[in-house]
């Protein structure tokens, strides 16, 4: 269980850390992803009729990291998605909240998925919601709530956004 | 009739409230539209093919703030849209103009719109240019001309870009 | 032949020159795209199946600026070509090396075709990586590695992008 440290996080650092981020997924270095992550932590997929609601309800949620390291281990092992990569491009980030120790961000985003095949769609649209805290001298995301436009979840979301 | 103070906007002002203007839209806060223009401005939405022409032809034309309230209570009390939201997705911003009082900015964007069915479509592509003025101590747009790609404009356009 | 200075190239100015090139492009203005470029330089579009198999396979490939201005007049003569545009957007750059004399950047992107009858598509998404050095005070590529994400090349490749 990481100890979070007492220390400001920049807006530029929260941005740098989600640039980073995207880039570890859209190229493909999924055993990378849980290190983003402080452990314990919150990493839930929803949608933004779900939100307004404020149902409970996710399409995806781990929340340590064994969790978010089974993830990936079920994607490589697995065969049975057609393989594909993302290609996710930021807007701004807006601050949502700071304090001592964290800081909280939001980001519209869309995401375009590429099958082997060449065939192109525009995958995910929606907003980041992450807060960020210090570990080890790294920020870290102790919570990503990755807000969907569409409740038409494709059944193809195998790798995470 | 508001009175637009000598005072210069930087180019991350005017950024900023780029940012805050398509996150209300985005958000579906549609009363806080107009907030975002002075009175009288110029809000004008046309095509790219139009501009090369320099016909005058808009499809959507306000010069005041009650034409921007009028327009949100169209959107509000019709119910002949199916409900949808927008996603935009930011470029960077150039700067072609700074006066003592004023800038003006260009930005492309994208917009993705999503159906109440959860169908997205990339709904519309094109550029901002933006002329902000300080009223009250606040940026303001005194002229926002939105220059859309493509002239095969959708029947649905209904929320304002 | 282009004599390269012995001065560094910040990561602002590397993209604020990224910014000005696909604005040049989408804007229409094809007989600037070559002024971008150092002479000789290295211009090449690949795919990342390519680029994985390390496969020097490429779409498009110029390497001085007499090829580039032979590529923007091939484009304005031959009339085979739907008229078309494009719409850039640009996420955030990473430096990938700095040195004394060059800077080489890397950058996600999609671009928006439009076509004259006003149809519209997402054309293309990937990355760029381009490497920069000075020349007569000003920044130019001396590479610009477009690497699309979809190996389906459309044969209506023919703005660069």
Chains 1, 2, 3 share one sequence.
């Not at 779900?50 to 079920?74: G, H, P, T």
């Not at 290609?87 to 099958?115: A, K, P, W």
């Not at 980041?128 to 001298?137: Q, T």
Request: proline share 3%; with cysteine; net charge negative.
């Amino acid at each position: 269980m990481d100890t979070i440290e007492r220390s400001r996080i920049t807006p530029a650092e929260a941005r740098e850390h989600l640039v980073d981020y995207v880039h570890t997924i859209d190229d493909g270095a999924l055993q990378d992803w849980p290190g983003y992550f402080s452990d314990p932590c919150l990493y839930r997929i929803t949608t933004r009729q779900n939100e307004a609601r404020r149902y409970k309800l996710s399409i995806m949620l781990c929340d340590n990291q064994a969790m978010l390291f089974d993830r990936v281990e079920a994607i490589e092992q697995a065969n049975v998605f057609e393989p594909h990569t993302y290609r996710h491009i930021l807007s701004d980030s807006r601050v949502l909240n700071r304090g001592q120790s964290s800081i909280t961000i939001e980001t519209s985003f869309i995401c375009v998925r590429t099958m082997i095949s060449g065939a192109q769609m525009l995958f995910a649209s929606g907003r980041y919601v992450d807060e960020l805290v210090r570990v080890d001298g790294a920020a870290r995301y102790r919570s990503k709530i990755v807000i969907l436009d569409s409740s038409e979840v494709d059944t193809l979301l195998a790798i995470p956004l």
